[in-house]
């Protein structure tokens, strides 16, 4: 398959990957001389090189359309890439292969009389090169046909029972069919399992699931019954994908969120027959908490509980609004990065809960954008200088800049404070960030469009007398704030057992996606706040802004060149998202243990053990992880947990890790921002043998240099040399040289002092795995209370149903929480 079937929206962004003098599309065209047919001119690279002086040129995508023209095949160009370890480039290529493989004929579920032939067919479309092969269950069929597009049971016969399924292959790349099921069809007078006193009877719906609308958190319930015999058995499908959980007459999802609306029906089955139900079309509007009772919690420094109940039952307070048709328009950004800030472990205040789940909601949805995301929780006072300094390096002009920060907050004389987790019990500006400031130094970059989502409270600090003077911000029309409550109000979160959402963020992430102005889409959260019963007159967003032009968070990326300065500041960001690659483990006893890692944010990540092989004379084993460094943050009470759930993982992508039926071990890391030097830890192999009743240890050192947000070292205060010093609330340090601002590709940014023992920017033996689609698993420990002599906000819970395990969405809206 020729390159050029990537389309031009996939050769662009390989382009874009490509253009940088480090690992990019000189090293592409020299792995490529090894081929003649290949093989650039000094000329042709010349001529690719000169792309740069125009304002829309690459040279990548120029060599990229002449291996096009002489017939490079993706397979030739993964090769080429493998040996420039372009990881990026390689996931990307995977991901577009994979893409294009579609099944074209899926598995029908088949009944037949024993001694019958069955044939299961699936055929797929794509690349040359795929590959068949069949499961019954989790077994491989290895029989001659288990490898074809057509899998042939004859004679059938009682083993041939079950549910099929087929993989298709490419290279490492596979999709699966959908399960087929193959049934034996007996005769009610001859089948040795049928008697005249057991009569089979004709199956028949007796109930159909009906149609209905719900709110968000609501209990949806849908029914189906039939009569047969033998007795049927039912499987529920949503959107024509079947719910593996729901196997009863019944489907009930305690809170249903707008995930679950759509189509639903149910299939009734037993040995002999099958009949599926009607449609039932559910729709999901906004929540409706009115029936709970709230309190008040505050996100400032003082609070008040108040409990209190609303009786409109039934009303759904808030309505969806219809998104008209976008007008045209041609402004584009010439980058998009987001820094998004979530406090909520607090050493002298209330905790709060919704920051986790707001920040990892609003992640999924910039990424979605384009956006260039950061994502951090729990940070103190240097921590957050450090990060917004790490920020401003990553924009420049024409770049949309967006910073969110949820957490304790304040606003005096105008300005707002955001308050780090370390903050005093009587904080003053001095130990918090102005984000007034922030913005002055966002100016000085130039930026095409700069927003601000804070997700706090706005109450007066009586403990603050100063009045901060932040620097003269300049007139550029392309400043939005979108405050998640009025002045000197209070914000709220909505509280459920496990996790919580903000009120700010359950409406904003409805509209965020819009291809509308920004200011259009946040008066439409707005609105919809505003007829939140629950939340009417006691928060309301409130929007300040001087945008003059139509710009959208939805705006397209449109380079102006490809100078050093853009590809830095991929840089800069791609190195806040490196995980270490997987590796295996060889012990002396003969096992082999896997290590893998995943990112739930840019400073939490996830290690999982699996025993990949273990000799037979070894009963059992399990690999556990220990002696990790004290900079970072660890339960060991959830460590070496055989669930995600266990190990504190909610805000889990399943396809992100192993499946779960292979058996593994997990540990979550958090504060990775205050380690100091590389992560080590031990694994520790326990195991026994089959003749003895003895445990046997065996411990291997492991180090995996500094993995995510850690090789930012933000726990270190920024010298002037390095654009990073950040003395007091004011941030003047901010202002830094141009030529400090950005590194050039070939050496380290100044910003990094310490990337690895190389001294390299990216690592060799660093992979640049990034989870754009979505974070990985969730905080859940609950740290005590602290200073409770001086409480700054009040505690509320609303009782409602344990949530679905199964269920890690966390756009449910629950009990009522004041931020």
């Given amino acids: 398959m020729n390159i050029s079937s990537l389309g031009e929206e996939g050769m662009n962004k390989l382009s874009k990957m490509l253009d940088n003098s480090s690992c990019g599309w000189r090293q592409l065209a020299n792995a490529a001389t090894e081929h003649p047919q290949f093989r650039c001119s000094e000329k042709e690279l010349t001529s690719c090189s000169i792309q740069v002086l125009n304002a829309a040129g690459s040279p990548a995508r120029t060599l ?15 090769h080429y890439l493998r040996k420039m370890d372009h990881q990026e480039a390689l996931q990307f290529l995977a991901t577009a292969v994979s893409e294009q493989i579609k099944i074209t004929v899926q598995p029908q579920s088949q009944q037949a009389p024993l001694g019958s032939r069955v044939v299961l067919t699936c055929r797929a479309s794509g690349p040359s090169g795929l590959s068949y092969q069949w499961f019954k269950g989790k077994e491989e069929i290895l029989h001659e046909t288990g490898s074809l597009p057509e899998l042939v049971l004859c004679p059938l016969g009682p083993a041939h029972q079950g549910h099929y399924i087929c993989r298709i292959n490419h290279g490492e790349k596979c999709i699966f069919s959908t399960w087929a099921r193959v049934r034996l069809l007996h005769s009610a007078g001859s089948s040795p399992g049928c008697s005249s006193m057991f009569p089979v009877s004709g199956l028949q719906i007796s109930q159909q699931p009906s149609s209905q609308a719900a709110s968000e ?42 995930e679950h609306r759509g189509e639903y029906r149910c299939k009734v089955f037993n040995l002999y027959h099958e009949a599926w139900s009607n449609t039932a079309t559910v729709t999901i509007g906004p929540s409706s908490v009115t029936d709970a009772s709230w309190v008040e919690v505050d996100r400032g420094l003082e609070s008040q509980e108040v409990q209190r109940s609303t009786t409109r039952s039934g009303v759904n307070p808030v309505q969806q609004i219809a998104c008209p048709p976008p007008a045209a328009k041609n402004f584009y950004a010439t980058d998009k990065v987001a820094l998004l800030i979530g406090n909520m472990h607090y050493h002298y205040h209330q905790q709060l809960s919704a920051p986790i ?58 300005n707002s404070f955001m308050v780090p987790i370390d903050a005093p019990a009587s904080y003053t500006s001095k130990h918090c960030l102005c984000v007034q400031n922030i913005l002055t130094r966002m100016q000085e970059k130039k930026t095409g469009l700069n927003v601000f989502l804070l997700d706090m409270c706005r109450k007066r600090n009586p403990n603050d007398g100063l009045i901060v003077q932040p620097g003269t911000l300049k007139v550029t029309a392309n400043i939005v704030f979108g405050y998640a409550t009025c002045v000197d109000a209070e914000a709220y979160e909505v509280k459920r057992e496990d996790v919580s959402n903000g009120i700010f963020i359950s409406f904003l992430k409805r509209h965020v996606c819009e291809d509308e102005k920004v200011t259009v889409m946040l008066d439409r959260v707005a609105e919809d706040m505003g007829r939140c019963a629950i939340t009417r007159g006691r928060q309301a967003l409130e929007l300040r802004s001087n945008l003059s032009e139509r710009r959208s968070l939805t705006d397209r990326i449109q380079s102006l060149d490809s100078s050093a300065s853009d590809s830095a500041r991929n840089l800069q960001w791609a190195i806040a998202h490196v995980l270490p690659e997987s590796r295996s483990l060889n012990f002396d006893c003969g096992v082999k243990v896997q290590l893998g ?25 399990s690999a556990q992880l220990t002696d990790f460094p004290q900079e970072v943050d660890i339960d060991l009470k959830k460590s070496n947990q055989e669930t ?114 190389t001294g390299s920017a990216v690592s060799q033996s660093d992979s640049l795995t990034f989870f754009r689609g979505a974070n990985v698993p969730e905080e859940s420990d609950s740290p005590g209370e602290l200073d409770s002599h001086q409480p700054l906000t009040a505690s509320k819970s609303l009782p409602h149903s344990q949530v679905n395990d199964i269920n890690y969405k966390f756009s449910d809206m629950y009990n009522l929480h004041s931020l």
């Avoid at 990112?599 to 004379?617: C, D, G, H, W």
């Avoid at 504060?671 to 089959?690: A, I, P």
Wanted: aromatic letters at 10%.
């Fill in 357 to 414: 789940s707001d920040v990892h909601e609003l992640t999924n949805l910039l990424r979605q954008m384009d956006f260039k995301v950061v994502s951090l929780l729990d940070l103190n006072c240097q921590e957050m200088k450090s990060a917004v300094t790490e920020f401003l390096l990553l924009l420049d002009k024409g770049v949309y800049g967006l910073l969110y920060f949820a957490g304790h907050g304040y606003e005096n004389y105008g």
């Fill in 597 to 621: 890692f995943a990112a739930e944010f840019s400073n939490i990540m996830v290690i999982y053990t699996r025993i990949l092989e273990k000799p037979a004379e070894i009963d059992s084993c």
């Fill in 217 to 258: 958190g609501d209990v949806l319930v849908l029914k189906c019954r039939a009569e047969a015999n033998p007795p049927p058995q039912y499987e529920w499908y949503h959107n024509k994908v079947p719910m593996p959980q729901q196997k009863s007459c019944s489907l009930r999802i305690p809170c249903v969120t707008t």
């Fill in 644 to 757: 995600l759930l266990e190990a504190g993982c909610l805000l889990l992508i399943k396809e992100e890790l192993p499946s779960l039926e292979e058996h593994s071990l997990y540990t979550r890391i958090r504060s990775l921002q205050r380690l100091k030097r590389d992560l080590t830890f031990t694994v520790c192999l326990h195991y026994t043998y089959s003749n003895m009743d003895e445990e046997v240890v065996e411990r291997l050192p492991v180090s995996v240099g500094k993995p995510l947000v850690s090789k930012l070292n933000l726990h270190e205060s920024r010298t002037s040399s390095s654009c990073s010093a950040i003395p007091g609330p004011s941030l003047d340090s901010f202002s830094c040289p141009e030529s400090s601002s950005f590194a050039s590709i070939d050496s380290p940014s100044n910003t990094w002092p310490h990337y690895g023992d």
């Fill in 64 to 78: 990229l359309a002449w291996l096009a023209d002489r017939g490079c095949s993706i397979d030739f160009l993964q």
